[in-house]
């Protein structure tokens, strides 16, 4: 797989708004994965986010957590425990929850 490491770096790291130190060496990790899997915690995580339309910095802030914490929860390095997984179902179903969390 050819891939410019620097390139996707700088669009993360312009997403999280946020220094995202050895970013790049995690990449080139990735880039030499040989399997991915996902499992179904990730696609909520992602889809929650999605249906808000909101970038990874946006949604960490609305939820109080940290981006590297998201960043890993989408990612799959770890499973959200069960509150967050119940909080991410109702947001999807109630994308409005969002502001009112926020509020």
Do not use: W
């Not at 989408?74 to 119940?86: V, Y």
């Amino acid at each position: 797989m050819n891939m410019d490491i620097e390139q996707i770096a700088t669009t993360i790291k312009a997403d999280a708004g946020e220094p995202l130190a050895d970013l790049c060496q995690a990449l080139r990790e990735v880039a030499e994965a040989k399997g991915r899997t996902t499992t179904a915690e990730q696609l909520l995580v992602r889809g929650a986010r999605n249906k808000l339309g909101l970038s990874q910095s946006e949604y960490a802030a609305r939820i109080g957590t940290p981006v590297a914490t998201l960043r890993d929860l989408e990612q799959g390095r770890f499973p959200p425990p069960g509150a967050a997984l119940c909080l991410l179902k109702l947001l999807i179903s109630h994308p409005q929850l969002a502001q009112e969390i926020a509020a």
